[in-house]
């Protein structure tokens, strides 16, 4: 991986040069700027890290796209504004890079997490991401 491939990859994936020198390289916001001018070279553990989570993105989006067709204006994705409702900041970044892409690309509907709403709906259920994707699902009537 180049520098200039490194960082698209972190652009494409929605970090912050310092989220991806904390989250995929465990080092100092200046080290991960030295990786992007090539004046280190990207060590192996990063570049599988940023390479995972490029396939993960791809096959999400591939599967929805093999399921439900290039045009998914009949498909709701939920957008978190924050990262409090995500695993991590990591996860954060990717789900919305991900939702945005669907939106942009394939037509998808953007609905932004309202905790206060979709935890109404939760009840007598599990948090879990299949709830979370019908709970979206249901603003696709509206």
């Known amino acids: 991986m180049t520098p200039i491939e490194l960082k698209n990859a972190r652009i494409l994936l929605g970090l912050k040069t310092n989220e991806a020198a904390v989250h995929l390289g465990k080092m100092s916001l200046r080290g991960w700027q030295y990786l992007e001018k090539g004046e280190r070279t990207i060590n192996p553990d990063i570049i599988d890290n940023i ?10 989006i591939r599967d929805l796209i093999d399921t439900q067709g290039m045009n998914l204006n ?12 995500c695993e991590n900041i990591l996860e954060w970044r990717f789900t919305q890079s991900v939702a945005r892409t669907l ?8 609905i932004i997490f309202n905790p206060e709403e979709y935890f109404k709906w939760l009840v007598g259920r599990d948090d879990n991401q299949k709830n979370r994707a019908l709970w979206a699902a249901s603003f696709q009537a509206a």
Do not use: T, W
Not at 51 to 58: F, S, V
């Open 51 to 60: 390479n995972a989570l490029l396939n993960r993105r791809q096959e999400m």
């Open 103 to 110: 939106h942009f690309d394939f037509g998808a509907k953007l």
């Open 74 to 85: 009949h498909v709701s994705v939920i957008y978190y504004s924050a990262p409090e409702y």
